[in-house]
């Protein structure tokens, strides 16, 4: 009897702990399977991002072999995002990629002067880095070594209106817990004021933008962080995934554009950032880049080709919201009226505006100074309003009956002829919204 008593403990016990194992393993097959679920859809969502990210891009590209970095993607010159998706009823929505380059130029730097090897002579650090070439290319990039501090020394000034661009790249397959590289523009007093800005520190007055060919996760998505400080403190903070920088695409055209308060940041073309009240009313002068850590030591950022100018006001604004746009920058040969090079920044500005805003009609005014016979100037103001309005209708496709044109020649002076600046004054091109 005993030893059926212990046989039949023995089943029941072999029973409970299977049916404890079943329990388990049936748990475990369950969490398998979410996982295996949660893999698929991860890797199917990564592979019909990377195809859409093709398609954009103009299919996978060719990888460019560098003499001992690994592999450099060629970056895109339009930076085209597919924005196709329709909204019910309302069609396809519009996004204007509109980054037009200043064209005072304050400041440029390609590194021409510097030995490969060296640390560039007009820049300050406190870390180090080393101007390098790559093989099949005569560019000149500046490795940015980790955790420092680097600020070009002849860029001293930044204007209220300003364009700064220059090309970044990322070392293959880079890691999400790498450096980011972070842009600051800031107001500096001391030559030693870029030291404010790094790893775990900040200035008083300054705009921090950053760029990382990694997001979190494993899509093709870069990533950019922006943060703003206004009398040290923090007013702005906000981050974003990056299209058009990421693993698949790791070298990226980079092109900020300041309008007084405003700022817009494009990479590869695309606007990512646009603020309209980003820069604070203080003196910013100086631009530094910084890092912080390198994850491994394949990771490895670079830049190359800067170049910093000065741009036209925001005419976007002041034709559109307010009605009224004047400028005496759009220039022409004397006496006549050609269009000389450099007028077309403004007008192609106002150009975008225009498509961007197909209902609105536009009167052209065409000024002169006093120099010259009466009936001359009115009739040079008047072909100079025409040039204007052909080279928006040729180059922007902008209709021409949205353009009526008009002269006042010498007659609506707004400084006196006196003077060199204010006949340079007088011979303006206004605009007005109808």
Do not use: C
């Not at 970044?168 to 980011?180: E, G, I, N, R, V």
């Not at 603020?275 to 670079?302: C, H």
Request: aromatic share 10%; glycine share 8%.
């Amino acid at each position: 009897m005993k030893t059926l008593f212990i046989l039949l403990i023995t089943i029941f016990g072999i029973q409970f702990s299977q049916a404890q194992f079943l329990e388990k393993l049936g748990d475990k097959a369950v969490k398998a399977a979410e996982r295996t679920v949660e893999n698929r859809v991860e890797r199917e969502a990564s592979k019909k991002t990377d195809e859409a990210m093709d398609e954009v891009l103009g299919g996978k590209k060719e990888k460019k072999k560098k003499k001992g970095k690994g592999s450099k993607t060629e970056s895109s010159d339009s930076g085209e995002s597919d924005n196709s998706g329709k909204a019910k009823g309302k069609g396809s929505a519009q996004s204007a990629k509109d980054f037009i380059p200043g064209n005072k130029i304050i400041a440029t730097e390609d590194f021409k002067q510097d030995a490969i090897g060296d640390f560039p002579v007009n820049w300050y650090t406190n870390s180090g880095g080393e101007v390098v070439t790559f093989s099949g290319d005569d560019t000149k990039w500046l490795h940015l070594y980790s955790k420092g501090s680097f600020a070009p020394t002849h860029i001293k000034r930044l204007p209220e209106n300003f364009t700064f661009e220059f090309d970044l790249y990322a070392t293959d397959d880079y890691s999400f817990y790498s450096t980011p590289l972070n842009l600051v523009f800031t107001q500096a007093n001391e030559k030693s004021d870029y030291l404010k800005w790094g790893q775990f520190k900040t200035g008083k007055e300054g705009i921090i933008v950053s760029f990382s060919p990694q997001d979190a996760g494993a899509g093709a998505k870069g990533k950019s962080y922006l943060t703003s400080f206004s009398n040290g403190k923090k007013v702005i903070e906000n981050n974003l995934g990056l299209d058009t920088f990421h693993k698949n695409q790791n070298t990226a055209k980079v092109q900020v554009w300041r309008q007084k308060n405003r700022l817009r940041v494009y990479v590869n073309g695309e606007k990512i950032w646009d603020l309209p009240q980003a820069f604070s009313d203080v003196n910013y002068n100086s631009i530094v880049f910084f890092t912080s850590e390198y994850y491994t030591k394949n990771d490895k950022l670079y830049i190359a080709n800067l170049r910093l100018a000065e741009a036209g006001g925001d005419t976007r604004h002041k034709l559109i919201e307010t009605g009224e746009f004047s400028s005496s920058d759009i220039l022409f040969d004397s006496g006549k009226s050609n269009l000389k090079s450099g007028s077309q920044s403004i007008l192609d500005e106002l150009g975008v505006a225009l498509k961007d805003n197909p209902t609105i009609k536009v009167l052209i005014i065409g000024h002169t100074d006093g120099d010259g016979a009466e009936d001359a100037n009115q009739k040079l103001s008047e072909d100079r309003a025409k040039s204007v309005r052909d080279y928006l209708v040729s180059k922007h496709g902008v209709e021409s009956s949205r353009l009526i044109t008009s002269g006042k020649g010498e007659s609506e002076p707004v400084s006196s002829n006196s003077s060199a600046d204010g006949k340079k004054q007088n011979r303006r091109v206004e605009f007005r919204k109808l």
